[in-house]
């Protein structure tokens, strides 16, 4: 079982709606959570931080469910710039490596 | 701004060759690590470094090997090159500070023929 898991979509969405996905972890003794977007062709980049109470940063809003072992993001009013593939990444203890997921990819339309 | 600098965006090499990868971040970062990206399978950590003449092992070392003389240049040696090491291989550098946050370079496409 791959320790960070996403469904890789595509999920298509028009212009102007919500689209949410999740990203599931396999390690319990997870830290820190984190999502990033990487545009096609292009590099990751840090999105936003995920707190276990839940935080929003501007359209997008990231919750953490630790019971479940998941984490979600959730975009509203879609702009066309957000098609993107979006990275669940995961800290598994204080220190310095990632986990990263497989990535969800976004594709959104006018 | 932070800059990640990868010494190709796209390489061919053939197998038994070896291949070298070069990363430069000019951030005086002192973490800095490589991954290899494949479809379906994500990022994933061949090897990472904490400090000059510092090196660890990540999820898939096997078939790679690493070097830092200096602490903003961090090169990834394929000692033998072979066609299961075709991928895109991203090379990122983070402050110890904000571990988290690793900023990438722009990758380089690398086809074992």
């Known amino acids: 079982r791959k320790e960070v898991e996403q469904d890789p979509g595509p999920f298509n969405v028009p212009e102007g709606a919500t689209v949410a996905f999740n990203c599931t972890y396999s390690n319990s003794a997870s830290q820190s959570f984190f999502w990033y977007r990487q545009d096609c062709r292009k590099e990751p980049k840090l999105l936003m931080s995920v707190y276990s109470s839940g935080n929003e940063d501007g359209r997008f809003t990231a919750q953490l469910n630790r019971a479940s072992q998941y984490i979600s993001l959730l975009i509203r009013d879609s702009k066309l710039s957000d098609s993107a593939t979006y990275l669940c990444v995961v800290n598994k203890a204080a220190g310095n490596k990632l986990t990263f997921g497989g990535g969800t990819r976004v594709l959104v339309k006018p | 701004d932070v800059k990640v600098t990868q010494s190709s965006r796209y390489l061919v090499k053939r197998t038994g060759e070896k291949v070298f990868l070069e990363c430069v971040q000019d951030?005086?970062?002192?973490?800095m690590f490589w991954y290899r990206q494949d479809p379906g399978l994500g990022l994933r950590l061949i090897y990472f470094?904490?400090?000059?003449?510092?090196?660890e092992k990540g999820d898939i070392p096997e078939g790679y090997s690493v070097s830092r003389e200096k602490k903003e240049r961090f090169s990834l040696i394929l000692e033998s090159a072979s066609t299961n090491q075709t991928s895109m291989y991203l090379c990122a550098s983070s402050s110890p500070r904000v571990t988290y946050e690793q900023y990438f370079g722009p990758g380089t496409r690398l086809t074992v023929t």
């Open positions: 470094s904490y400090d000059v003449k510092m090196k």
């Open positions: 951030m005086d970062h002192e973490n």
